[in-house]
């Protein structure tokens, strides 16, 4: 929070999956696109149906593609 980032995207949250040491979140973008990320279990979890802004930098990021 408070941090810039160097990329950023605005969502709802549309499934958040416990797999342990992780949680896998599936958010809508608001232009419909899916985004999937794993964060680290213990904190905080998001419910569906909450809005998000996620950021991140570029270093940080590893794109795949499916479909």
């Known amino acids: 929070p408070?941090?810039?980032a160097e990329n950023s995207v605005?969502?709802?949250v549309a499934e958040a999956l416990y797999l342990?040491?992780?949680i896998r979140y599936r958010v809508?973008?608001?232009g419909g696109s899916d985004f999937a990320l794993r964060?680290?279990?213990g904190g905080e979890t998001l419910a569906p149906g909450s809005?998000?802004?996620l950021g991140w930098g570029v270093a940080d990021?590893?794109?795949v593609?499916?479909?």
């Open 2 to 4: 408070g941090e810039t």
């Open 10 to 12: 605005s969502g709802t």
């Open 20 to 22: 342990g040491e992780t």
């Open 28 to 30: 809508v973008l608001d």
């Open 39 to 41: 964060w680290p279990a």
């Open 51 to 53: 809005r998000v802004t």
């Open 61 to 63: 990021m590893n794109a």
């Open 65 to 67: 593609l499916w479909g």
